[in-house]
């Protein structure tokens, strides 16, 4: 059974920083780019970074220069790094592969972790 797991979420003031974490287990987590989504109330659920299997990052423009996403292929970890936060940044962020629930047929998601960001 796949799991992906969020954590790091919280509260944190305007220029901020926090740093998400996602456990994975079930799939070979070495085998699939994995990618952070974000989903604002109202919104879209939106992919802000991007990671290879191979290492290779990229990002939403609304992030970059600001967050950086990692993973250790060892742990079956990834994570996200966001600094210099910004209340647009607050939503309920999702680790997954990209694209997601690429391991099978369906629409798997996390409960994911809120990240609050006050001005």
Known sequence: ??????????????????????????IIF??????????????????????????????????????TISRDNAKNMMYLHMNSLKPEDTAVYYCNTNPPTAWALGNYWGQGTQVTVSS
């Not at 059974?1 to 079930?26: D, I, K, P, T, W």
């Not at 879209?44 to 609304?62: F, K, N, P």
């Open 1 to 26: 059974q796949v799991q992906l797991v969020e954590s790091g979420g919280g509260l944190v003031q305007f220029g901020g920083s926090l740093r998400l974490s996602c456990a994975a287990s079930g």
């Open 30 to 67: 070495r085998a699939y780019n994995m990618g952070w989504y974000r989903q604002a109330p109202g919104k879209q659920r939106e992919l802000v970074a991007h990671i290879t299997t191979g290492g290779t990052t990229d990002y939403a423009a609304s992030v970059k220069g600001r967050f």
